[in-house]
């Protein structure tokens, strides 16, 4: 617990709650069939990708804790379909599509904020609107959930699930370029693939211990855990949450699953200490070259025909 404790830099107030949510983390990933640390990686790659993105204080330590408890919701399904080699029914899918709002309930039961429960409810929510639960679209989503989705999309696509192996990692990168303005940020896209470059650069200059299937921001070096991580100042004052009118959950269930959690819930916009992101660090000439032939799929607009959303994968995010 405690290499993995370094790993999230939790100041001494956030070591109570975040060791908790370690070891759920730990229990959730068993029940969705990783062999790897999925949620821990996956805080390790929200916050790098988080400070560049100008984040920081309430809003960072939020987002940790969202990244450990993102699929509290299966931890409350329990359900045996998650590691079944063989392709999940249209029942299954449905009955998935739950545990976003599952988790946002169970996060909120064991204490974390509410920031964090908001993060939970929203990191299925797609940049065009095709996600789930709320159909939310763009910048309306916020700017934690959509790096949890890109981070944990990314994580699955590069880990060994029960139905297929991991794609290696050119793969993986097209795959989350071929997403960018469909299911995620295309402006986070572009910064997290400069970084994933740079970090890839590094470790063909100093080969070391890579957690299995994370390879993305989760260098451990001889010096210590404390270095896979970007140091940060906390804010004096947590960021405002401003609440907006509460937006119908959008209806993707058939009707014979009744369901208590398909009541809207109150919806929050996150507003973060700086809204300005922050530009990120100059790159290689290998890493320009990322950035420059980068080009991400246009929202289509209004009276467009948007592209037909897959069911989502249960193990790709």
């Known amino acids: 617990m405690q290499a993995q404790r370094a790993l999230l830099n939790f100041t001494e107030s956030e070591k109570k709650l975040g060791d908790r949510l370690l070891g759920i983390a730990m229990e959730i990933d068993r029940i969705e069939g990783y062999s790897e640390p999925h949620a821990i990686v996956m805080a390790v790659m929200a916050e790098k990708l988080a400070i560049q993105m100008g984040l920081h204080g309430s809003d960072l330590t939020a987002l940790k804790y969202a990244a450990l408890a993102h699929d509290l919701g299966e931890r409350a399904m329990k359900r045996n379909y998650l590691l079944r080699p063989d392709a999940i029914t249209w029942e299954e899918t449905l009955d998935l599509w739950r545990h976003p709002i599952l988790g946002e309930q169970a996060a909120a039961e064991i204490g974390l904020p509410r920031h964090s429960q908001l993060l939970i409810r929203w990191h299925h929510e797609w940049w065009n609107g095709l996600g789930y639960p709320d159909s939310l679209t763009g910048d309306s989503i916020p700017i934690g959930a959509r790096i949890l989705r890109l981070v944990d999309t990314w994580f699955a696509l590069r880990s060994n699930r029960p139905h297929r192996p991991a794609f290696d990692e050119d793969e993986a990168v097209q795959m989350i370029t071929d997403r960018a303005g469909l299911e995620m940020d295309p402006n986070l896209v572009r910064i997290f693939l400069i970084m994933h470059q740079e970090e890839r650069n590094e470790r063909r200059r100093e080969p070391e211990a890579i957690i299995p299937g994370a390879d993305t921001f989760t260098i451990l070096t001889p010096e ?37 959690v398909r009541q809207p819930a109150e919806t929050a916009q996150l507003v973060e200490s700086d809204p300005q992101t922050q530009t990120p660090p100059e790159a290689s000439e290998e890493n320009e ?5 980068f080009e991400a799929e246009p929202v289509p607009e209004t009276g467009e025909t948007l592209p037909e959303q897959p069911a989502p994968d249960r193990n790709e995010g």
Request: charged share 30%; glycine share 2%; aromatic share 2%.
């Open 224 to 260: 210590g855990l404390q270095t896979a991580v970007v140091p940060h100042e906390a804010a004096d004052e947590p960021s405002e949450a401003i609440q907006q009118p509460a937006e119908k959950v959008k209806e993707m269930l058939e009707p014979e699953f009744d369901i208590a």
């Open 289 to 293: 070259r990322v950035s420059q032939s």
